[in-house]
């Protein structure tokens, strides 16, 4: 049982570049987030999609976009990379409050 | 502003000490208050939960004491042990799943 997979696990980027964060859940979680973790900081919520179809914007929402492609994936893009994106970002789901399943995370530069 | 504020930002205690971790919050839509758990290169995994018409919880050595009127919670490790040092998140979710955390704190168990 995988539970929450996210790839890549690692991201090296230059200023302006863009990517896909991938994030897949095998436990038919209705709700799916993406987080960012940074030093002092916590984890602070980008994006949410408490169902298929639906999304909603998080704390820290700006320069990023999301897309809900099942009930199984949601992705986060990055369309212009800037160093302030740099981070470890953290894709979780969940169906019953409280307990949302965390994976492994994405350490990503922007060099 | 993160709505949820958590202290210490780090803590040592000596083994078989007690830590207590203190979180508190403004947003009174908030109606569930987890603590999470992580190791390093590990996403969060849940610890322990308390809703607001409860006023304390225990399970093994981990206590949730919650503070309605005050709007405040915390988490105290009994017998902390070196296996507990880890980097600890409280957190609180409103009825949608949109969850906010704390901004962590760090606790080393020294043997």
């Known amino acids: 049982n995988a539970g929450v997979t996210q790839t890549p696990k690692f991201q090296v980027l230059k200023t302006g570049q863009s990517m896909t964060l991938q994030c897949a859940q095998d436990?038919?979680?209705?709700?799916m987030y993406w987080y960012r973790q940074d030093p002092g900081m916590g984890l602070r919520l980008i994006y949410y999609s408490a169902s298929e179809g639906t999304t909603d914007k998080g704390e820290v929402p700006n320069g990023y976009n999301v897309s809900r492609l099942n009930k199984r994936e949601f992705s986060l893009r990055l369309e212009s990379a800037a160093p302030s994106q740099t981070s470890v970002y953290f894709c979780a789901s969940s169906d019953f409050r409280p307990e949302a399943f965390f994976g492994q995370g994405t350490r990503l530069t922007v060099v | 502003q993160q709505q949820v504020k958590q202290s210490p930002q780090s803590l040592i205690v000596q083994k078989g000490g007690i830590s207590i971790i203190n979180c508190a919050y403004e947003?009174?839509?908030?109606?569930?208050f987890p603590w999470y758990q992580q190791f390093p290169g590990k996403g969060p995994a849940l610890l322990i939960a308390i809703r607001p018409d409860v006023s304390e919880k225990k399970e093994g050595r981990f206590t949730i004491s919650f503070n309605k009127s005050a709007k405040q919670f915390s988490l105290h490790i009994m017998d902390s042990q070196p296996g507990d040092s880890a980097t600890y998140f409280c957190?609180?979710?409103?009825?949608?799943?949109?969850?906010?955390f704390g901004a962590g704190t760090r606790l080393t168990v020294k043997p």
């Open positions: 436990m038919n979680h209705n709700s």
């Open positions: 957190a609180a979710s409103p009825f949608n799943n949109d969850m906010r």
């Open positions: 947003n009174t839509a908030f109606d569930y």
